[in-house]
Every structure is written in C-alpha cells, then in structure tokens.
C-alpha cells in the first residue's frame, strides 16, 4: 500500500489553498484512461465556488501519482459540498449550500495539449464542459448526492430535511420524502435499485422505496431491536456538528455499512460508557424487513466516523495461514444472543484482524470497504474481524470524502486542507478479483421465456 499526497494546490489562489469538501473518480472506462501507458482516471474535485476536473496517472514503483490539471467548471454561486459521476461516467452531478444542482456532461477536450505553453497549463482548460440546471432547488444546502443504477435518476439529501428524486433526463423531481426532523446527511442508492438509504442527524436511517407511489418510510432504523443493547439509540444526534454522514450499500446489495454510531462499550449492563462506531447491516432482500434493523457487526472507532465507501470490486476469499485460530477461538466479543432473532450484532475488538464468517457466510466472496473519522482512515474486508490497515494524521484538517478508482486499487481521499491523499494498492494486494462462475447450459435444457422486469418510471 502507497500513501501519498502530492503538494499540488488543487484549488486556491496564489498561495492559499481553499478547501476540497468533495471527490469522485469517473467509473468508467473500468480499467482507466491509457496514458503514456500507465493508467489515468479522471476525478472530479468541489471547492468554494469551482469544481476541478484532473487526471490522475499511476506511477509504478514507489512514486506519488501524477496529477494533471484538466478544467475548471464555474458556474456555483456557492461552495461545493458534493460531486458524483453517473454510473456510465457521462455525467456529473454537483451540489452545493445554497441547494442548487447541475449536471454536467463533457463536450470536448483539446486536440494538442502540447500547442499550450508550459506556463499556461494548470490555468488554461483542456476540457470543455456544458451544464444543466436540476428541477428546483432544496431550500437549504445540498449534503449529498446519489445515482440510480441506471443513471436515470439522481437521490439528493439536503439541509431542509428533505430527499429529492430527479429524473435526469427531464430535470425535474419526480419523488421528494420529508420525514426526517433535521439536517439529512447522506444517502445511498442500491446497486439493484431496490432501495434508497437516507441517513439525518435526528439519529434515523431510513429505507425507501424510490419507485413506490408512496412517500411514506418503508423501513426506519433508530434503536437496537434486541439483545443486551435493545432499546437503545444507534446514532449520534444533532448535538454532533458532522456536516456529512455518508453510508453505502455493498456493491452486491447485500450490506449496508453507516457511520455516526454510538453504542455502549460492553455487552455488561453496568457499562454505561457510549463509543463512536460503525455499523454493518444485512439488508439482504431476501430477509424479513423486521430483521433488517439490527446491525449484525458494530465496528468502533476512536472518534466519530462520517464517511463510508465500498471498493467496487469482490474478491475471492484468501486462504487461512496453517497456524490461524478459527472463529470460535478470535477475540470477537458477542452480544447476548437471542435465539428467536437472526444476525445478532457483534462488537469488534482492535486486536490483530484475525478471520470470520459472521457476515456473509455461504457467499463464494468477499468485500472491502473504507470508513472514516474526521483525521483517520480504516480500511476492512468482510473476512476478518478488525481493520486489516489504518492512515492517520495525513492532512492539517478535517477529512471530507472517500472515492474508489473503478479497478478498486485507489482510494482517493480529501480534504478541507485543500489536498487529496491517494492510496494505491498493488495489483492483487487486496487479493484476487472474484470472477462469477460461468453457468453452463446443456444443449438439451429448454429455456423458460424471459420475464419482463418491473418497470423503473413508475411515480
């Protein structure tokens, strides 16, 4: 693992840095940009009142990555707070505090970027883009952005407590949920377009469902459901100024992984000490909705966690060293177990990771995700039981999003230091990328006739 944060001034002017409250890497193409041979991927940075695009070579061998300047898009009144690629990497969205969305779509880039003088480049735009306005505004500042699989629709949350669904195509809002009581600040939307996740700081995580007529809550997660923590509140409140609560499906929809969790140190009732965590749940579509609330691992933290982002990739389970303990011999601390209710939560120590099968146990393959606090980055795969890497103290100030290069062997990260730190992984570091096997049909079998899916454009 390469950690590095190259001292270019990704927004400013002359010598001040202003601050970066946004990144994202274009998804696609998946295997990157080809550049002088290496690969590229072109990432999007918010600032003040600009968004940056820039292209991000890899270098082998032990070198920071090479960081071109691509663009400014001006057209923000406002500061940044988030910018997304859609899935196909067509368009970006962007949002900022006065609650105003654009869409941006790239027009065309320069032919010969070596006709430009070596003094004008880092000032002179190589790219052109072209930008829509989204239907109407939120009344207060947009917190998050996330995009329907399909690219078709964009799930905003916003500082007026509300969440808007915009069709793109039509720029206007087709679906708005105000349950909330207070600032919503992040949401997710599920790679099988089954579910959206909000997450606000009245300590509620809400599951929608974003094609229903109905703009009603189809699942609130607000207190532990059962064992020796039943009844008590997962997430920190309004009294905690995280402007950002970023949480994230796994890219096989099967967890959901929140941040800003508070929970009790000890499964002992005498404990009454609360500690900043993560928490992992199983939103399997498969499961009975009644059981989705209680989080099946809670992964604490040393200060509050805000941000939270899944490696786009799986990858096959590794092989346990001959000398590894099993699960009943690791240090995982279980909750009291009640045998009328499934995927009890388990509190995760900090000792040396050590493997497990208490998340997705039967599933031929395993994810890694990164959470983080406002100074530290943890890094964690499904198969072991704590943090397998830690970055901390990396920049001056806060921390303010967390994006994955499409090949899942980047994590860019930013912050209101006015710098990004990249953290590059070997080829095949993070293991071997977990490749579906290939069903084979004998000639014989007969085919039912497929079944149309349900329709994506309802209400």
Same mark, same amino acid.
């Given at each position: 693992?390469?950690?590095?944060?190259?001292?270019?001034?990704?927004?400013?002017?002359?010598?001040?840095?202003?601050?970066?409250?946004?990144?994202?890497?274009?998804?696609? @193409?998946?295997?990157?940009?080809?550049?002088?041979? *290496? %690969?590229?991927? *072109?990432?999007?940075?918010?600032?003040?009142?600009?968004?940056?695009?820039?292209?991000?070579?890899?270098?082998?061998?032990?070198?920071? @990555?090479?960081?071109?300047? %691509?663009?400014?898009? $001006?057209?923000?009144?406002?500061?940044?707070?988030?910018? %997304?690629?859609?899935?196909?990497?067509?368009?970006?969205?962007?949002?900022?505090?006065?609650? /105003?969305?654009?869409?941006?779509?790239?027009?065309? $880039?320069?032919?010969?970027?070596?006709?430009?003088?070596?003094?004008?480049?880092?000032?002179?735009?190589?790219?052109?883009?072209?930008?829509?306005?989204?239907?109407?505004?939120?009344?207060?500042?947009?917190?998050?952005?996330?995009?329907? @699989?399909?690219?078709?629709?964009?799930?905003?949350?916003?500082?007026?407590?509300?969440?808007?669904?915009?069709?793109?195509?039509?720029?206007?809002?087709?679906?708005?949920?105000?349950?909330?009581?207070?600032? /919503?600040?992040?949401?997710?939307?599920?790679?099988?377009?089954?579910?959206?996740?909000t997450i606000s700081a009245d300590r509620f995580l809400r599951l929608y469902d974003p094609f229903?007529?109905?703009?009603?809550?189809?699942?609130?997660?607000?207190?532990?459901?059962?064992?020796?923590?039943?009844?008590?509140?997962?997430?920190?409140?309004?009294?905690?100024?995280?402007? *950002?609560?970023?949480?994230?499906?796994?890219?096989?929809?099967?967890?959901?992984?929140?941040?800003?969790?508070?929970?009790?140190?000890?499964?002992?009732?005498?404990?009454?000490?609360?500690?900043?965590?993560?928490?992992?749940?199983?939103?399997?579509?498969? =499961?009975?909705?009644?059981?989705?609330?209680?989080?099946?691992?809670?992964?604490?933290?040393?200060?509050?966690?805000?941000?939270?982002?899944?490696? @786009?990739?799986?990858?096959?389970? *590794?092989?346990?060293?001959?000398?590894?303990?099993?699960?009943?011999?690791?240090?995982?601390?279980?909750?009291?177990?009640?045998?009328?209710?499934?995927?009890?939560?388990?509190?995760?120590?900090?000792?040396?990771?050590?493997?497990?099968?208490?998340?997705?146990?039967?599933?031929?393959? =395993?994810?890694?995700?990164?959470?983080?606090?406002?100074?530290?980055?943890?890094?964690?795969?499904?198969?072991?039981?704590?943090?397998?890497?830690?970055?901390?103290?990396?920049?001056?100030?806060?921390?303010?999003?967390?994006?994955?290069?499409?090949?899942?062997?980047?994590?860019?990260?930013?912050?209101?230091?006015?710098?990004?730190?990249?953290?590059?992984?070997?080829?095949?570091?993070?293991?071997?990328?977990?490749?579906?096997?290939?069903?084979?049909?004998?000639?014989?079998?007969?085919?039912?006739?497929?079944?149309?899916?349900?329709?994506?454009? =309802?209400?």
């Amino acid at each position: 693992m390469l950690v590095s944060t190259p001292e270019i001034q990704l927004h400013g002017k002359d010598t001040k840095s202003d601050p970066i409250y946004s990144v994202h890497v274009q998804p696609c @193409p998946a295997a990157g940009i080809v550049r002088n041979g *290496r %690969r590229a991927f *072109r990432i999007a940075t918010g600032g003040v009142s600009e968004i940056r695009i820039w292209l991000v070579e890899e270098v082998t061998g032990t070198a920071a @990555p090479l960081v071109e300047f %691509r663009a400014t898009l $001006e057209r923000h009144q406002a500061a940044i707070n988030v910018v %997304r690629f859609s899935p196909d990497g067509t368009v970006l969205a962007s949002g900022d505090v006065d609650g /105003v969305i654009l869409l941006w779509k790239l027009v065309n $880039e320069v032919d010969d970027p070596k006709s430009i003088k070596a003094e004008d480049l880092g000032f002179v735009n190589l790219e052109s883009w072209t930008s829509q306005k989204a239907g109407r505004n939120h009344g207060s500042e947009v917190t998050d952005l996330a995009w329907s @699989p399909d690219g078709r629709y964009l799930l905003s949350s916003s500082c007026d407590d509300t969440n808007n669904i915009y069709d793109v195509e039509k720029l206007d809002v087709v679906k708005s949920f105000s349950e909330a009581k207070a600032f /919503v600040l992040g949401v997710s939307w599920h790679p099988r377009s089954r579910n959206v996740a909000t997450i606000s700081a009245d300590r509620f995580l809400r599951l929608y469902d974003p094609f229903n007529k109905e703009t009603s809550c189809g699942h609130k997660i607000h207190r532990f459901g059962t064992g020796a923590f039943a009844g008590e509140l997962l997430f920190m409140g309004d009294d905690n100024c995280m402007a *950002r609560r970023r949480l994230d499906f796994s890219p096989d929809g099967k967890l959901l992984v929140a941040p800003s969790g508070a929970a009790r140190q000890s499964t002992k009732a005498d404990v009454k000490t609360r500690i900043a965590c993560t928490y992992i749940f199983n939103v399997d579509i498969n =499961r009975d909705s009644k059981k989705i609330g209680n989080p099946v691992a809670v992964l604490p933290a040393t200060a509050a966690t805000s941000l939270v982002r899944f490696c @786009p990739k799986l990858f096959t389970h *590794r092989q346990p060293p001959a000398n590894s303990r099993s699960t009943q011999d690791s240090d995982i601390i279980p909750m009291e177990v009640d045998e009328d209710a499934e995927n009890e939560p388990v509190m995760m120590t900090s000792d040396t990771p050590k493997r497990h099968k208490l998340l997705l146990d039967g599933i031929p393959y =395993r994810m890694i995700f990164a959470v983080a606090t406002q100074k530290q980055v943890l890094f964690y795969d499904t198969d072991m039981d704590r943090p397998f890497a830690l970055i901390d103290q990396i920049h001056a100030t806060d921390l303010s999003d967390l994006a994955w290069s499409p090949d899942g062997r980047m994590l860019v990260v930013s912050s209101l230091d006015g710098f990004c730190t990249f953290v590059e992984f070997a080829e095949d570091e993070l293991g071997q990328v977990y490749a579906p096997p290939v069903r084979v049909i004998p000639a014989s079998v007969v085919l039912p006739a497929a079944t149309a899916e349900p329709s994506t454009s =309802r209400g």
